[in-house]
């Protein structure tokens, strides 16, 4: 792994006993988690890991290999840096490449393409009037979720039949209380409502005028915002029960109408309205983001542990100065992440958004 950059290993292990993969094997480490995005939808994280294969240990049908037996789906892994967790997940493909210089290939997913593969099954009658966070446990119990869990959020969904995806139902959740659901990089299901959104204490400040305690980026995508303009959001809330519906019509008679729906089942009326109008004002403006910041992790000294902890949702600022001398501050919320590690390169970028600067109570 390159020089002046966080220390990488890799752990493989079954019913949560590790061991270290020899570093000397690594060649390749390609992590990807969140969204590109903040309208798409969220995909299962993943981790890409490359293998020196020479020695036929990574080859599944090598009998004498320690792996052998080992090396098949359901595999677990963690990827640490400097001690600190960057990703869990399980292995999907092996792929062994037996040419001139030998390599196995890992993919590995994290627990949401887990829970996304459970189905809630469909219930004779509708049941289970309860807070988000108690339905977003129920969802984890339906997929087998054997994992941590962090759930917050006492808004009141409506009674459900079930029968969707379990992914679906926490996705429910999320919407009904204005936050977001996502596998940490820890392996936590975790479930934020509005009001616990950005409390993690420390962000990272990119800047590229070298400003203290901050991290240089090399590359920043920037986006005028247009793209992401909302000003009617719809709140379903079920079959014959009441939609709630928002417009911000300042921002229709600028931008034109442009709707979102939401599949949000909350129980009480008024608070579904809250929601619509939170959701119709939140993305209202067109506001310049940085869609993509990209780094390299080598040599940022102690504000390499920041970024290793840097988790989905966290808040960064970026400080940039124009080509024509304007100073611009923007301060933005991780929406995705990705690390792209070889033996000379650690390359990361950030995907973000926005941060929302508005609140409400459900």
């Known amino acids: 792994m390159p020089a002046n950059a966080p220390t990488v290993t890799v752990a493989f292990g079954i019913s949560g006993s590790f061991t270290n993969v020899s570093d000397d094997l690594l060649l390749e480490i390609d992590i990807r988690r969140g969204r590109q995005y903040q309208n798409d ?48 997940g399980f292995l999907e493909d092996n792929a062994v490449n037996q040419g001139i210089y030998p390599t196995v290939s890992l993919t590995f997913v994290d627990g949401l393409a887990q829970i996304a593969k459970a189905i809630a099954p469909a219930l004779a009658t509708s049941q289970f009037q309860e807070t988000a966070a108690l339905r977003a446990a129920r969802a984890l119990d339906l997929a087998d979720w054997t994992g941590g869990r962090s759930l917050t959020g006492s808004t009141v969904m409506q009674k459900t039949r079930q029968n969707m995806s379990c992914l679906e139902m926490l996705e429910q959740c999320a919407n009904c209380v204005g936050g977001r659901f996502y596998v940490s990089r820890t392996g936590v299901a975790t479930l934020v409502d509005i009001a616990n959104k950005f409390t993690r204490p420390t962000r990272l400040l990119f800047s590229d005028q070298g400003d203290a305690n901050s991290v240089g980026y090399d590359g920043i995508i920037t986006n005028p915002g247009t793209d ?85 949702n966290d808040l960064v600022q970026v400080k940039r100065r124009t080509y ?17 590690i070889t033996a000379d390169n650690w390359r990361v970028s950030y995907f973000t958004s926005v941060v929302d600067p508005y609140t409400i109570t459900l």
């Open 324 to 340: 024509d001398g304007r100073n611009i501050t923007i301060d933005c919320v991780v929406e995705g992440l990705a690390h792209t």
């Open 41 to 88: 939808f969220l995909e299962s994280g993943t981790a890409a890991v490359i293998l020196n294969n020479q020695s036929g240990a990574f080859d599944p049908s090598n009998t004498s290999s320690p792996w052998y037996n080992v090396l098949i789906a359901g595999m677990q892994v963690r990827i640490t840096a400097n001690s600190t967790v960057i990703y869990t």
């Open 228 to 312: 992401y303009v909302y000003n009617e959001a719809i709140v379903f809330r079920g079959p014959k029960k009441a939609q709630k519906t928002a417009r911000f019509s300042s921002s229709v008679s600028t931008y034109g109408l442009k709707s979102k729906k939401l599949d949000a089942p909350v129980f009480s009326e008024t608070s579904a309205a809250n929601l619509a109008l939170y959701a119709a004002r939140k993305d209202a403006d067109a506001v310049v983001l940085a869609e993509q910041i990209d780094f390299t992790a080598i040599g940022i000294g102690a504000l390499a542990t920041d970024m290793l902890e840097t988790e989905l």
